[in-house]
């Protein structure tokens, strides 16, 4: 909610800035030393935490070379995907930026972003998981690289385990087991629910996700075909209805709107005892200041014989189209995406980078809680996918939430309204 | 209203003028008198001059109509039958975007529907109740004043700080609406959480608003001549009879235009939607996808600004008709005072 809000906010923004784009900044490129090329980095890291860490990295590249100079600038989230386009469209862009990973084949088809293979060699691609990298090719070229990524985990509460007479050092497998175990963990007081076992809409796995773990990781769109009325996906959807059903439409929706404002976290406060959330939803649980005993798990599988999938996005590099030093901008995200500067960043923000050794090695410094929960996501993300933006169905979002959205309410059974989302779906082809 | 016509009236006055300077001086050429000709021409230069710094006057008015309105607003129009993305291309598509609307995308026919239930209901609700509340604050009581500003406040708060104390306000399970319910008996809504709730609970939160409009209508209250009640008086007339047949009709105008302005805001419903539905996609099943939103969706999301414009001028063209038809049918209820019904 906050992104679009600042993007409501940004409009006017972006249309100052093509105004602003009129008058051209003369200097770029020739900033300090005249020799000297200025790049601009635009990021939307500004918070107190993570703008330190960018900054020291980029400072670093500044130092190693002396033909190029790094200008990072902060872009408000939200603000810097219009911010981009309108400083594209005026012909001012900056020279590198970090943008969303799920719409790279997006700018790159309507050419709002820079072609980057000839930059790159062959072996530039090994560094990082390959599912991130696919992400970045459209017509089998790059248009930027992965920088970070995420994927989501089961986090248990292990006290909760203990009281409910499970095994704390066995978290559930399949979703045969994580029903078992969510009944076992229910705490019921009267009619009203004093700790909910699990819900699995609630956390960062929403329906799609869930859906999507049933039929062997295939998405709603896989290339060109759309796989959105599948018994595997019908069965999912009608499983999470059935949850709703068995914890109580009130019970759900006055917990949703409870934690709604996201102050508090269920999970956190120990009112569910198990959560899907990001690797990096660990931080909220270290820096909640409660001991929480907690284990983490990969996402349990449909049957014993499909695999633990689970959801990911993150974030990409990339040369906005019209940038002067694509050259030069190319070698800048090249050091970015290298081991040294990826750990870095692992490192210090607790986040999942896309450069696989610089992955494992920040595992290696880890230690305790952190090195468990990062490891478990480290190895997660072999089965993590992505869903990038089709580029022949730009908004088939807006035509499959509201189907899913009558199924859990009550108002359809599953196999009719994924019927009807891939009818509407079908209808918007571009 | 009164600005745009004394606007009018403005340059009304000038066009007279100029036709008569002309005519005097088509007048004038046919006695061809060189000396009279030689007046007019310098009369002419006369009123050339005095338009010419009549428009320097109102030059950042015409430089903010041209540059910021009427240009943005012609490249909309030719943005509509194209299929421009902002940045890339802008190809001629004809009026596709337009058949696509009115027969591709079923959204748009969801988000009319939602945004015309929300003028139906919002408006009548919000105008009965703004008279309402400013016939109560127009009685003579100790400490109206406090009254008064109590029930502007709501008024002077912005938008989206208000959105979120009724996303509060609204919660299923702790929010005070439901609180209050419950002690009546009744079980409240999951409001924003169910479908056939949530506009409601958007119509019940504009209602809290109407301080703006209320103003309005005491300040023509208090335009009513008090004779006319004391006339009434005489003939016996009750609390209802004086109202129906004296403040109603007096106060018209100003309904008139309250309706006019809050149907075409009723018609821009965007903020509260965006603001007060998870992730700003429009609510649950698309309950809160009013038209604006959806438009919204399409030009900033998608980024497809030709067909996010051609939405634009079809919801302009939906409002200006209901707004010719209100003021056509405003002639047989609108009562103004200075008699002449302009």
């Known amino acids: 909610m906050k992104r679009k809000l600042s993007i409501f906010l940004s409009v006017l923004m972006l249309f100052s800035m093509l105004l602003a784009g009129c008058s051209g900044d003369k200097a770029s490129g020739a900033g ?119 994927t989501r985990l089961l986090y248990y509460n292990k006290k909760a385990f203990k009281e409910a007479g499970l095994d704390p050092n066995k978290p559930p497998q399949t979703w045969a087991e994580l029903e078992e175990y969510a009944k076992k963990l229910d705490v019921k007081k009267g009619s009203t629910y004093e700790r909910i076992g699990f819900y699995p809409l609630w956390g960062g796995y929403g329906a799609p996700g869930w859906m999507r773990n049933a039929d062997n990781g295939k998405g709603f769109i896989e290339g060109d075909k759309l796989a959105i009325d599948t018994p595997a996906k019908e069965d999912a959807l009608t499983w999470l209805a059935d949850w709703k059903k068995r914890y109580g439409k009130k019970t759900i929706e006055s917990w949703d709107a409870d934690f709604a404002n996201g102050q508090t976290n269920p999970f956190v406060a120990e009112k569910v005892a198990m959560y899907v959330d990001t690797g990096t939803f660990y931080t909220q649980i270290r820096d909640s200041g409660k001991n929480l005993d907690f284990g983490v798990a990969p996402i349990p599988s449909y049957t014993d014989h499909t695999r633990h999938w689970s959801d990911g996005g993150g974030f990409v590099l990339e040369v906005p189209k019209g940038s002067k030093h694509p050259k030069e901008a190319a070698d800048f995200i090249k050091y970015l995406t290298d081991v040294k500067a990826q750990k870095y960043w692992a490192v210090k923000n607790y986040d999942n980078v896309a450069n696989k050794q610089a992955a494992e090695s920040a595992a290696a410094e880890m230690s305790g809680m952190a090195k468990d929960v990062y490891q478990t996501s480290n190895e997660n993300l072999k089965d993590t996918q992505l869903a990038p933006v089709p580029l022949n169905y730009p908004d088939y979002k807006s035509r499959i939430d509201p189907q899913i959205d009558a199924v859990m309410l009550g108002k359809k059974k599953s196999p009719e309204a994924l019927k009807k989302a891939e009818e509407d779906v079908k209808k918007i082809k571009k | 209203m009164q600005q745009q016509s004394a606007r009018e009236r403005l340059l009304h006055g000038i066009n007279d003028r100029g036709t008569n300077v002309s005519g005097n001086s088509a007048a004038m050429n046919n006695q061809a008198v060189s000396k009279t000709h030689m007046k007019t021409k310098k009369a002419k230069s006369k009123t050339f001059k005095e338009n010419l710094i009549g428009y320097g006057f109102i030059s950042p008015w015409l430089i903010g109509f041209f540059f910021l309105t009427a240009g943005p607003l012609v490249f909309s129009l030719i943005v509509s039958f194209s299929d421009y993305n902002i940045t890339s291309k802008m190809h001629f598509t004809g009026l596709d975007n337009y058949k696509r609307m009115f027969t591709a995308d079923d959204l748009f026919w969801t988000s009319l529907w939602n945004t015309i239930y929300f003028v139906v209901f919002s408006v009548p609700l919000t105008t009965a109740g703004a008279i309402f509340v400013a016939v109560l604050l127009n009685t003579k009581i100790k400490g109206m004043k406090i009254f008064r500003t109590i029930y502007y406040l709501p008024a002077v708060l912005s938008g989206v700080a208000v959105y979120f104390l009724w996303m509060q306000l609204l919660s299923p399970g702790t929010g005070l609406v439901n609180l209050v319910l419950s002690w009546f008996g009744v079980d409240g809504p999951a409001w924003l959480f169910d479908p056939s709730w949530t506009k409601p609970a958007l119509i019940i939160m504009k209602l809290w608003s109407v301080g703006g409009g209320m103003l309005l209508y005491l300040a023509s209250l208090q335009g009513v001549p008090e004779s006319l009640y004391e006339a009434a008086d005489l003939d016996g007339a009750n609390m209802f009879q004086k109202f129906f047949h004296i403040t109603l009709p007096m106060i018209t105008p100003i309904i008139f235009f309250d309706i006019i302005t809050s149907t075409i805001g009723a018609f821009q419903v965007f903020q509260e939607a965006y603001v007060m539905s998870k992730d700003g996609d429009g609510g649950p099943a698309h309950s809160l996808l009013f038209y604006n939103l959806h438009m919204w969706n399409n030009a900033f999301e998608v980024f497809d600004m030709g067909y996010a414009s051609a939405m634009a001028w079809i919801l302009f063209i939906i409002i200006m008709i209901l707004t010719l038809i209100n003021l056509k049918f405003g002639k047989r209820w609108v009562h103004y005072e200075g008699g002449d019904n302009k």
């Open chain 1, 32 to 150: 300090g030393d005249s020799k000297k090329v200025t790049l601009k980095f635009w990021t939307f890291w500004g918070s107190e935490t993570r703008r330190p860490i960018i900054e020291k990295m980029v400072d670093d590249y500044n130092k190693s070379q002396d033909k190029v100079v790094v200008k990072h600038t902060f872009v408000p989230w939200g603000d810097i995907w219009t911010k981009n386009l309108a400083a594209v469209a005026a012909g001012n862009p900056a020279d590198v930026v970090v943008t969303d990973i799920n719409d790279v084949s997006h700018r790159a088809k309507n050419n709002q972003s820079t072609d980057l293979s000839k930059y790159f060699d062959d072996n530039f691609k090994n560094r990082f998981y390959p599912q991130l990298w696919d992400t970045v090719l459209y017509k089998g070229k790059a248009y930027g690289a992965p920088f970070n990524t995420d």
